[in-house]
């Protein structure tokens, strides 16, 4: 147990939460919903989004 440790578990907890929430909404976890993903740089591309192959659909994303 640590500091570290901590922070870990804390990120688990909000990220499983994240994932309570889109599956009540339905949607891809990763994308929102969106089916392509966010770029972090203003001149990258959005691409599709390789979790849910671009449905956005919580499905889809926990059948990959
Ligand atoms: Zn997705």
Redesign the pocket.
């Known amino acids: 147990m640590g500091i570290l440790n901590s922070f870990t578990n804390w990120k688990t907890v909000r990220y499983e939460k994240h994932l309570n929430v889109m599956e009540g909404l339905g949607?891809?976890?990763?994308?929102?919903?969106?089916?392509?993903?966010i770029p972090v740089s203003a001149y990258a591309v959005p691409y599709e989004?390789?979790?849910?192959?671009?449905?956005?659909?919580f499905t889809?994303?926990s059948n990959n």
Do not use: A, E, I, V
């Open positions: 949607k891809c976890p990763d994308c929102r919903g969106r089916g392509f993903t989004c390789p979790s849910c192959n671009g449905s956005g659909l889809d994303w």
